[in-house]
């Protein structure tokens, strides 16, 4: 799927690929710009994290915010599964009845940070979800 990004997303993104030489696939910009979320290609996590983290602490203080790193994935159960990462994902199933739901076990002691603060995780998930894979909710069980 094609994802629109605005202004200031594409900012951050080509600061970010600028920074790292890691191409970003996607940005979510919250808290009014002190918190980004950047879905990162598949396979290059760890080089967009660098060294004991410098790369990706580098690029934080660059842009005076906190950033979370999402893979991108080919399947739509994998990238829901590494959007609420670390929480251990057991298992996604996707069902396609009125709307696209997936539904995502998680480990009982991890719901909370699956949730996250204010719900923002399960909220960021739902969000990259609907612009990468036109799924309408994620649901945990």
Known sequence: MEVTLADD??????AFEDATGVDGRDCLVTDGGD????????GKMGEA????GRTIQRFEDRVDAQVRLVEDAADPETFVANALAPAAVYNVTI???????????????DHGVAIGTDGQTIEAARTLA?????????QLV
Not at 9 to 14: D, E, K, N, S, V
Not at 35 to 42: A, K, N, T
Request: no cysteine; charged share 30%.
């Open 9 to 14: 997303a594409r900012q951050y993104l080509a």
């Open 35 to 42: 918190s980004l979320l950047i879905v990162v290609e598949r």
């Open 49 to 52: 994290i660098g060294p004991e």
């Open 95 to 109: 069902s396609e009845n009125n709307d696209t739901v997936a539904y995502v076990e998680v480990a009982e002691s």
């Open 130 to 138: 609907k612009r990468h894979f036109g799924i309408d909710d994620v």
